[in-house]
T-cell receptor, first 114, second 115 residues
Framework: NAGVMQNPRHLVRRRGQEARLRCSPMKGHSHVYWYRQLPEEGLKFMVYLQKENIIDESGMPKERFSAEFPKEGPSILRIQQVVRGDSAAYFC????????????FGPGTRLTVL | AQKITQTQPGMFVQEKEAVTLDCTYDTSDPSYGLFWYKQPSSGEMIFLIYQGSYDQQNATEGRYSLNFQKARKSANLVISASQLGDSAMYFCAMRERAAGNKLTFGGGTRVLVKP
């Protein structure tokens, strides 16, 4: 399967714990994007990364959220000290990074904060 | 102002009929792209079709076509010969060149195909 991989698919955390969401892009893609979808809403952009660089983090909350895309391994979205409002579906997308290319999405991680 | 507006929260369509999903957008960037994605109940986001702002022809992909009216800033998705498997949420999204590669999504339209 050469698609975008995300794991875990479902993640349950208690308030105050940390959540780590992983994303492996499509083969050949070096650009990764993270989006958040609240129930019954569209997706909202969070962050755009290339290998070892954050290109645009204009949609990231200022506190508790961080993202990385290391030289080796998947991209990680990390949420520290989770709160109930963090409950959402988190989608990763990848692309080639050209001006007209398409972003292909992974299956998402559904985070539930108890 | 909303950058992407989908005014139809939900709609029913009879199997084998065509359905049009509305999408209007707001941008002053002359270079932009418009995308449609499908989200079935299983939750994944599936890319359907793309239209670039400089494309002269309306985009088509199988049963999907995009009715692009640049002056009206609309990019409606037409699904022909609806199938039961077309029941899903449909999202319109825009990428503006000046804003980088991020996508801005509309609120979505839920389509239910009736047998």
């Amino acid at each position: 399967n050469a698609g975008v991989m995300q794991n875990p698919r479902h993640l349950v955390r208690r308030r105050g714990q940390e959540a780590r969401l992983r994303c492996s892009p499509m083969k050949g893609h070096s650009h990764v994007y993270w989006y958040r979808q609240l129930p019954e809403e569209g997706l909202k952009f969070m962050v755009y990364l290339q290998k070892e660089n954050i290109i645009d983090e204009s949609g990231m909350p200022k506190e508790r959220f961080s993202a990385e895309f290391p030289k080796e391994g998947p991209s990680i979205l990390r949420i520290q000290q989770v709160v109930r409002g963090d409950s959402a579906a988190y989608f990763c997308a990848s692309s080639l990074g050209t001006p007209t290319d398409t972003q292909y999405f992974g299956p998402g991680t559904r985070l539930t904060v108890l | 102002a909303q950058k992407i507006t989908q005014t139809q929260p939900g709609m029913f369509v009879q199997e084998k009929e065509a359905v049009t999903l509305d999408c209007t957008y707001d941008t002053s960037d002359p270079s932009y792209g418009l995308f449609w994605y499908k989200q079935p109940s299983s939750g994944e986001m599936i890319f359907l079709i793309y239209q670039g702002s400089y494309d002269q022809q309306n985009a088509t992909e199988g049963r999907y076509s995009l009715n692009f009216q640049k002056a009206r800033k609309s990019a409606n998705l037409v699904i022909s010969a609806s199938q039961l498997g077309d029941s899903a949420m449909y999202f319109c999204a825009m990428r503006e060149r000046a804003a980088g590669n991020k996508l801005t999504f509309g609120g979505g339209t839920r389509v239910l195909v009736k047998p």
